[in-house]
């Protein structure tokens, strides 16, 4: 067994990067099959924007799902372009964009450990640390779900940016990787919100795990953590002016549990904290958009249980900052990370397993490292030999049901229908359950579906507009127009809703009705070439050339390299 130890103590960064990424292919294998849905299909699949990078500058100016028709407040150009170098490569064909995700992933764990082992300076224990986080099932929803790529992406970027860190005031080393920190950081930012949280990790840092005392060399630690603190400043001014796309702006959800008071938070919020700590101990009721509600009192076990969590856990920081803060390093971590989830204002959202995908490091560290000292150091081998087996058995049995969660994402019907059988009854997933029995063709299920959707909350725009797209489907016409008239009213923004209203319009020869909802949709946004071009064509269908030319005339202006626009100009 110390041979083994040795031997891993031993083991070059490149030895232990090839472990790490074949292990990674063995466990997310099967998901290279797996189909795209729902968010890939508003971020991938009916995103103009991923398949042309004539649309590039719009990555930077406009929103995530700006290119499906759908203004969100989530800004993420890096994140676009990636699953638009997927497009480029594959289309649509989903192995690519999972080859992506799960080399993120691997990436992220190679980083983790790298990372580990320089603070901790314990190799085994980063190693351990490494296959737990690459192993864990609460990562599928982050790995085998596409759209979720933003969190190993922002990761892997995030880890790199401390790593230079680290190497430009631990190691004393050249400027230019202090340089790379801030760009690494900066790419981070563009690929997702939760990025801003760097800079209090790297003061972090310094409070804890840098060898001299806090206080000597202050203007210097300052000035090294400033360039941080001002992207992280001038990030926040430009999403709250002209990157704000949306009514609510927060760095996850907007407001899905409703609390009245402050009080009501922090019952959720301890609730919420015994839900993440179950997930991470024992994941084995894992769905999509776990929902939360007020707590009826404090008397409430997952109240009372995640107080203790809290309380021990502050406790435990308290007491290492005095004996050994690397534990302290670690549990705070763990908190910094997560802040962005915390419901308090103005984040009141769902539980998502994927929001501890970076958290999850620091966590690791904190439980790995003792366990790593005792197995290495032992005098007993035969308890050596219990905590190695011990240790063994719980990363299979973690990997094991990875690669069972993998398959739950196979296919869309699937996997709603699991969701919903082991709770996930969010009016969300009903939308999407619905919107797969539609692309099935099973409309009248998938009527049904939204309205359960919408009498969970009528506030939501998508299912009466995929109730709409049902009865368009089954020549129920008058239903259709009523349907996304009431998607219009709840999202005025929404312009596929408008382009259906008046493609049913134009189809009945009703096509002043059908100009007028057009006319509509470009008071809303008067920037999409595809309203004018359907203008066009609704007045070609009415025999008013000049007025069609004038429209793909304006389609031409907004997308000038569009050679099929540019032969339909010049027909006319």
């Known amino acids: 067994m110390i041979k083994l130890i040795n031997y891993i103590e031993g083991l070059s960064f490149w030895k232990v990067a090839v472990i790490l990424a074949t292990v990674g292919l063995i466990l997310y294998i099967n998901t290279f099959t797996n189909q795209l849905f729902w968010d890939d299909y508003d971020s991938i699949v009916n995103n103009a924007y991923v398949k042309s990078w004539n649309y590039l500058p719009n990555y930077f100016s406009e929103n995530l799902t700006a290119g499906s028709g759908i203004r969100d407040n989530y800004w993420r150009p890096l994140l676009l372009f990636s699953f638009s170098l997927d497009y480029k490569i594959g289309k649509l064909t989903p192995l690519f964009y999972h080859l992506q995700s799960l080399f993120w992933h691997i990436l992220s764990a190679v980083l983790a450990y790298w990372l580990i082992f320089k603070l901790f300076k314990n190799k085994l224990a980063s190693l351990i640390a490494a296959l737990i986080f690459l192993a864990h099932p609460l990562q599928a929803e982050a790995v085998t779900y596409v759209a979720g790529r933003a969190d190993p992406m922002h990761a892997a970027l995030m880890l790199a940016a401390f790593l230079f860190f680290y190497k430009y005031v631990a190691e004393k080393a050249a400027f230019k990787f202090y340089f790379w920190s801030i760009v690494f950081f900066s790419a981070a930012l563009l690929t997702k919100e939760r990025a801003i949280v760097l800079p209090a990790l790297l003061v972090l840092y310094y409070v804890t795990l840098y060898p001299e005392p806090l206080l000597q060399n202050w203007k210097k630690k300052i000035i090294n953590i400033l360039p941080y603190t001002g992207i992280a400043v001038l990030y926040l001014i430009l999403r709250m ?52 509600s007020i707590p009826p009192s404090f008397w409430n076990s997952y109240v009372i249980s995640g107080l203790i969590i809290v309380i021990s856990s502050l406790a435990g920081i308290v007491y290492s900052f005095r004996r050994k803060k690397i534990f302290a390093f670690g549990m705070l971590w763990f908190w910094v990370a997560l802040s962005p989830s915390f419901h308090i204002y103005p984040i009141q959202g769902l539980l998502y397993e994927h929001w501890l995908y970076f958290p999850m490091i620091g966590l690791l560290a904190v439980f790995v490292l003792p366990l790593a000292t005792m197995i290495r150091y032992t005098e007993f081998n035969s308890f050596r030999i219990f905590l190695v087996a011990l240790l ?99 999202n005025p923004y929404f312009l596929p809703a408008y382009y259906n ?67 339909l100009v010049n027909g006319l």
């Open 241 to 292: 002016t002209v990157l704000h796309f949306a009514d609510v702006f927060d760095l996850g959800q907007p407001n899905n549990i409703g609390a009245q008071n402050w009080y009501e938070k922090f019952l959720a919020y301890c609730q919420g904290i015994a839900v993440y700590a179950g997930l991470l101990f024992w994941p084995a009721k894992l769905y999509m958009e776990k929902s939360i």
């Open 392 to 490: 063994t058995v719980g990363i299979l049995a973690l990997g094991i049901r990875t690669i069972v969660r993998n398959r739950d994402w196979n296919n869309p019907i699937r996997f709603y229908e699991k969701n919903v059988s082991l709770g996930g009854l969010s009016a969300r997933v009903y939308t999407n359950l619905g919107m797969a029995y539609d692309g099935a063709g099973r409309h009248e299920e998938a009527i049904g579906t939204y309205q359960k959707a919408i009498a969970l909350d009528n506030r939501l725009f998508q299912p009466w507009y995929d109730t709409g797209n049902a009865y368009w489907d089954m020549q129920k016409l008058d239903e259709a127009l009523a349907a996304y008239q009431k998607s219009v009213e709840l």
């Open 501 to 567: 209203l008046a493609g049913i319009y134009a189809g009945c020869n009703d096509f002043d009705n059908a100009a007028g909802v057009l006319q509509k949709a470009l008071a809303v946004d008067s920037n999409k070439s595809r309203t004018y071009y359907n203008l066009g064509i609704v007045y070609y269908q009415k025999g008013d050339k000049t007025e069609a030319k004038k429209y793909f005339t304006e389609a031409l202006r907004l997308e000038p390299s569009n050679v099929d626009l540019l032969n």
